[in-house]
């Protein structure tokens, strides 16, 4: 080891990391790392890139001088043994021999949860300087990649805010926006998409270039539970995943719970609370990979401010721990007290220790598992079906099918391409088609995310009483489905010529023939609204077509957008289609079909505090990505009247009590029945509209203005604004009505402006109670149906009990009121902005 002095965190922070009401902030330990850098042999630090609002996003890399010095040489080694098609049965035992267990963990993804990124700096000091055998021993056998903080923006607002408001009344409230520019605690649930730079981050060192053994996520959760939870996780398993991820979690697992009981850290449960389902958090995600993904939770404190819980507040667990009392997963209750910063980060650093150590005593042993995860995901996917996943070239948004290749390339995915025409159960598939054998590590991932799916309804997912439980997320992860994407499964081996890429390119974009008759941009392509948006800031006259619309290689549906021949507007028209990756197609002849201007419309999204509103963040993201301009309102400008200002007002998905301010504590002892209350906040962050926001929001309306309330905020509309529309499932018991994150087949009213770009049937994502009728009534001509539910067969993925609540329902209502009108979506047309197949109901209502 280097002779220059190592500095304590202590020396450093100039205190003790985990002293009551005291944090260390990030700029402040992004520094220590870096002094442990220079100062040590036994830790690399490197600076992957900068967080979405420009903060930076390091790795340490802590090991043996030795191991650090050979960091590509392990690398190498542990990619190959977990991808190891080609390799040679005495590679297979050199590297078993001779590599690295690779272990990697991630801290403090919720920024709220601030106990990994503050224990992050002594794990990385005791593990460069002590000298214990152990200790040795993790630096000999593992190369440990630590991400110190996985989320460094919400990390700086949460320190920040807490500083504010200590020795005050408000000491250790929440953060009442959101701890991450757009998605919040959804950060968690960008794993299969990876919009967040972020994830982006991660996901490249560890499914691109080190795939780890194992991966561990440190959390925080709730005061009332119990106080740690560890590996393994709870039932149900998801099946698709080797069998042996599991036993590894309970190796693990067992180790985490002899050593914190050994350091007296006691409340410790496993195999409860949270299942082992196929989640979007990197977590639930690896283990499709083979790789051994596991998290810890640990109860929270108010930040750096200890909570006194008392015994009797102590709760059950929703799965796996019935009572609050002493049973196998939960040997050692903690009875209550004083709970502490120092309590979280000292059962973390535990945890960590215990994981390497596991690691370090058992590294042939794992080297040679993940082999064998590896050996038999390719020999499944080459003896039994699906043998494969085909892309045809044909799709209803070619550019989002690609781009979902592009996501799994992302994720180290191995594509092929036809190179020419081949058969598969007696169909006929071009040249250009893309191939995702399921003979390759990653096929477990592949059968989750692109087969369909019906979710296991057992006794792990019903209460003692047989009433059904709200998924820990949704009951599907199809992305394909969600995506609109045509993916056809191989039931049979295929036979031909395929080429694997290392890219899936995006086409450059084109504007064809000389625009004699001006241009036309397909509105089935969700990127045709990004460059409709791009051209109209250039102040290009753009146009719909309310008709088919023929061009040379096909006939366009309803909606095409038409730019007329335009002086100077040639080079514009090449730069949006570079940017945006479109092509403009020429008419076949002079255009005389019926058509109306596009006009960009003045549009406000509202923002509430109380924490934030995720699906606004989300929401937010999506318009950017799309080049929506948008003005985001507050209470006070809601209540000060809208008219006059702005075209169109978006709700994003939220209950009515969190839009009004009003009746919260009914809605948190209703839906929460005493477990939470509601959270304290000053007084100036505890929003709300009020009954004055919501008469200006109905004079909006009245005068002209167009409402959209997206998914829950409906409710809103049919509470508050008084739409003569009922939510037929919205009071049904769970035993009635439940679907908890479901595909589900709906018919579309494409001749309507909403749906243009739609097929006539489509795939909806639902989570949640919301289905409408119109109530009979005077004028039933001022409310269209857009979206409805067919009579009866809808669910494609999922889970759905009582299908035949939706039959004919509505899912998507435009109403006329006043010169305005009020669209109510009845689902999420853009959650979490993974729902590309129906983001063109949102977007059409945004254009004029």
């Known amino acids: 080891m280097t002779s220059k002095k190592i500095i304590s965190p202590e020396e450093h922070f100039k205190f003790e990391l985990g002293t009551d009401r005291k944090l260390a902030r990030w700029d402040k330990i992004v520094n220590y790392f870096w002094k442990l850098d220079e100062a040590s042999d036994r830790i690399r630090v490197v600076e992957l890139g900068k967080s979405t609002e420009g903060h930076p996003f390091i790795l340490a890399f802590i090991s043996s001088p030795e191991n650090l010095a050979n960091l590509e040489k392990y690398r190498e080694m542990s990619w190959k043994i977990g991808h190891p098609k080609g390799l040679k049965e005495e590679e297979v035992e050199e590297i078993i021999r001779e590599g690295k267990t690779i272990v990697a963990m991630t801290m403090s993804i919720h920024a709220s949860e601030v106990g990994g990124t503050q224990v992050s700096s002594e794990l990385a000091y005791e593990l460069i300087t ?47 926006w959101l701890y ?86 006691i409340g410790v449960e496993s195999a409860a609370t949270f299942p082992a389902d ?27 401010t200890p909570v006194y819980v008392h015994y009797h507040q102590l709760q059950p667990g929703p799965r796996g721990r019935p009572e609050y ?107 250009g088609s893309y191939i995702l054998l399921a003979s390759q590590t990653a096929r477990a991932f592949l059968v989750s995310l692109l087969s369909r799916t019906f979710y296991r309804d057992s006794i792990w997912v019903r209460t003692r009483d047989g009433t059904p439980m709200m998924n820990y997320d949704f009951a599907t992860m199809t992305m394909a489905e969600f995506k609109g994407v045509n993916i056809v499964e191989a039931r049979e081996k295929l036979e031909g010529d395929f080429e694997r890429v290392e890219d899936v390119k995006l086409p450059d974009g084109d504007v064809t023939g000389k625009g004699e008759y001006g241009y036309l941009l397909d509105t089935r392509i969700n990127n045709s609204f990004k460059a409709v948006n791009l051209l109209l800031k250039k102040d290009i006259k753009v146009y719909r077509a309310d008709e088919e619309v023929e061009i040379e290689a096909c006939v366009l549906p309803k909606g095409a957008f038409y730019i007329p021949k335009q ?93 009004t301010g009003e009746k919260l504590e009914e809605y948190f002892e209703k839906r929460f029945k005493g477990r939470r209350t509601v959270p304290v906040f000053p007084p100036e962050y ?24 997206l998914n829950e905020s409906s409710n809103f509309i049919i509470e508050e604004l008084k739409l003569p529309v009922t939510n037929v499932v919205k009071e049904l018991e769970p035993k009635e009505f439940h679907c908890p994150g479901s595909t ?23 989570r949640g109670k919301l289905a409408f009728a119109v109530k009979p009534g005077f004028s039933n001509e001022d409310y269209s149906v857009v979206v409805s539910y067919p009579e009866d067969r809808m669910m494609q993925s999922g889970w759905l009990i009582g299908e035949e609540k939706l039959s004919r329902k509505a899912a998507l209502i435009e109403a006329k009121k006043g010169k305005g009108r009020v669209i109510m979506y009845g689902f999420a047309p853009q959650a979490r902005a993974l729902t590309d197949a129906t983001f063109k109901f949102f977007f059409n209502a945004l254009l004029g």
């Open 180 to 265: 991450h520019k757009y998605v919040g605690h959804d950060n968690n649930r960008d794993a299969l998409t990876l919009t967040q730079v972020e994830t982006q981050l991660v996901t490249k060192v560890l499914l691109k270039e080190w795939f780890p053994q194992a991966y561990v996520d440190h959390h925080q959760m709730g005061f009332y539970g119990s106080r740690f939870f560890i590996p393994p996780n709870a039932n149900p398993v998801n099946e698709v995943a080797d069998p042996m991820v599991w036993v590894e979690q309970k190796h693990y697992g067992a180790q985490m719970a002899v050593r914190l009981e050994a350091a007296g850290k």
């Open 325 to 431: 009392r002493t049973q196998v997963s939960f040997l050692h209750p903690w009875e209550g007290g004083w709970w502490h910063l120092a309590d979280i980060m000292e059962g973390q650093k535990i945890t960590a220790l215990a994981t390497l150590e596991v690691a370090a005593n058992n590294r042939d042993m794992i080297l040679r598992n993940m082999y064998v995860k590896a050996e038999r995901a390719i020999r499944k996917g080459e003896e039994e079906p699906p043998y494969a996943y085909i892309v045809p070239p044909s799709q209803h948004d070619t550019l989002t099918a690609l781009k979902l290749l592009r996501t799994l390339k992302d994720m180290g995915v191995e594509i092929h391409i036809a190179t020419k025409p081949f058969r598969s159960c007696g169909a006929t598939y071009p040249a």
């Open 278 to 304: 196929f989640m979007p958090g990197f977590s639930l995600v690896f283990p499709w990979f083979n790789i051994c993904g596991m998290f810890t939770e640990s109860a929270s404190v108010k930040f750096a």
């Open 686 to 709: 505890r929003s709300g509209i009020g009954e004055d926001g919501v008469e200006k929001i109905k004079e909006f309306v009245e005068v002209g203005g167009t409402l959209l309330a």
């Open 567 to 659: 002086e100077d507007a040639a080079k514009d028209l090449g730069e949006t289609a570079r940017e945006t990756h479109v092509t403009f197609h020429t008419p076949v002849s002079e255009p005389g079909f019926e058509r109306h201007e596009v006009k960009p419309l003045r549009i406000a999204m509202y923002q509430r505090y109380w924490g934030g509103n995720m699906d606004e963040g989300w929401t937010r993201w999506l318009l950017e990505q799309y080049g929506f301009e948008f003005t985001t309102v507050k209470d006070e400008e809601v209540k000060a009247g809208l008219e006059g200002k702005y075209d169109v007002l978006i709700l994003p998905s939220d209950a009515t009590p969190f839009i």
């Open 130 to 176: 002590s000298e214990e055998p152990l200790h040795q021993k993790i630096r000999e056998n593992v190369v440990f990649l630590l991400f110190p903080c996985a989320n460094p923006d919400g990390q700086i607002m949460t320190v920040d805010w807490y500083n504010k408001w200590l020795d005050t009344e408000y000491e250790g409230t929440g953060l009442p």
């Open 744 to 766: 589900l087949w709906v018919n579309v009213d494409t001749d309507h402006r909403l749906a243009y770009g739609m097929p006539k049937h489509a795939l909806i994502l639902l």
